[in-house]
Each structure stands twice: as structure tokens, then as C-alpha cells.
């Protein structure tokens, strides 16, 4: 009898997960580093770092939960094409 952590796929999913998370964070550091050196302001450094939280606030607002907060009215086909 095969174990749940025997499933390739589900390694496969697993160890991208552990490689992608941290690559991420790498990336949003590099972009905010950039766009410091380019204008010196922590200004924009805020803006940059706002930009990116929005997003992930403003997807995981459609996908909380099993129907999402406000997509729980709407069809499925509008609320996966925002």
C-alpha cells in the first residue's frame, strides 16, 4: 500500500513549494533594492512594497475559503477572470 508521502507528484509539489517561497522573497527584496538605488527615496521604496502586498490582499480576497469572500456571489467564470 502506497503512502501519501510516497506520491511523486506530491513531492514534486512540495519541494517546489520549499524552492519557490524563498525565491520569491528573494525577488521582492531585489526589486525594492533597485528601485532604492534609482531613486533614493523611501518613498518609493514604500510604494514598491505596498504594490506587492496589494496584490496578494487583493487575490486572496476572491479566493478565502472555499467560495472567497466576495466572489461568493458571483459565477465562477467572473470571479476567476480578475
Request: hydrophobic share 35%; proline share 4%; aromatic share 12%.
Amino acid at each position: 500500500m502506497e503512502t501519501t508521502y510516497r506520491d511523486r507528484d506530491l513531492n514534486f509539489f512540495v519541494t517546489s513549494r520549499f524552492i519557490s517561497t524563498p525565491a520569491i522573497q528573494v525577488q521582492s527584496v531585489a526589486i525594492g533594492w533597485q528601485i532604492y538605488e534609482m531613486e533614493r527615496t523611501p518613498l518609493a521604496l514604500g510604494l514598491v512594497g505596498a504594490c506587492e502586498s496589494a496584490t496578494s490582499v487583493y487575490r486572496s480576497w476572491f479566493t478565502t475559503g472555499s467560495q472567497g469572500t466576495c466572489a461568493g456571489g458571483w459565477p465562477r467564470a467572473t470571479a476567476s477572470r480578475t
